[in-house]
C-alpha cells in the first residue's frame, strides 16, 4: 500500500493463523459490490466496525479495478449515476450478460493507482463504480474527499480494528514463523 502512496500502521505480531485458507469462506465473509447501505451497515456491525469504519475500508477502492459482471447492473439501471460516467462504462461493457463480463474498469475514475482521496470525490459526484459504493454515507464521504488527513487516519484506525476481529485462539491456527506459510 505504501508504495502506491498509502499509510502504513504496525501490524500486531503473534496472531494465530488458519492452517487451511478457503477463499470461498473468506468470499462469503465480504458483503457483495451489490449490497445496499443498510445491508453493509449490518455486515460490518456485525463483527464490531462502524459505520465511520465501513466508509474508511472503502476508501480500498481508490485502487484497483472491477469486473464488467459486477458493476453492469449499476451502469444501466441505477438513477444514482453521473450520466456520462454511465455512458463511458457501458462501452466496455455491454448489456448483455456474457458478452465482456470479465472487461474491467478502474474503481477510482481519476487516480487508479494511487492511494487517495479521489474515490470520495468520485462518489460525490455520482461516479462511483459499484453500487455498494455510492450508497455510502453522504457526511462522512464529503468529509473525506475534502480532508485526505482524515481519510488516511480512519483508514489505518479501521485497518487495525479489523486486524484485531474475531482472532483465533487457544488451539485453533498457529502462529508463523513465515507469515507466507504453515509451519
Known amino acids: 500500500m ?21 477463499q470461498a469462506a473468506a468470499n462469503n465473509s465480504i458483503p457483495p459490490p451489490t449490497s445496499n447501505l443498510n445491508r453493509l451497515i449490518s455486515s460490518f456491525s456485525a463483527v464490531g466496525l462502524s459505520t465511520r469504519d465501513l466508509v474508511a475500508l472503502s476508501g480500498a477502492h481508490t485502487i484497483g479495478q472491477s469486473r464488467c459482471v459486477q458493476f453492469r447492473p449499476r451502469i444501466y439501471n441505477e438513477t444514482n449515476i ?12 455491454p448489456r448483455a450478460t456474457g458478452s465482456g463480463d470479465n472487461n474491467l474498469a478502474p474503481l477510482d475514475l ?15 459526484t455520482k461516479k462511483g463504480l459499484l453500487y455498494s459504493d455510492q450508497g455510502s454515507t453522504d457526511s462522512i464521504v464529503r468529509t473525506y474527499s475534502s480532508n485526505p488527513n482524515t481519510f488516511t487516519s480512519d483508514f489505518v484506525a479501521a485497518m487495525i480494528k479489523m486486524g484485531d476481529n474475531k482472532p483465533l485462539t487457544g488451539s485453533n491456527g498457529e502462529i508463523r514463523k513465515n507469515c507466507r506459510r504453515i509451519n
Open 2 to 22: 505504501m508504495q502506491l502512496g498509502g499509510p502504513s500502521w504496525n501490524v500486531k505480531l503473534g496472531r494465530r493463523d488458519a492452517r487451511i485458507a478457503s
Open 82 to 93: 453521473d450520466s456520462s460516467f454511465a455512458q463511458t462504462r457501458q462501452r466496455n461493457c
Open 110 to 124: 481519476q487516480t487508479a493507482t494511487s492511494f487517495d482521496n479521489h474515490f470520495f470525490k468520485n462518489l460525490i
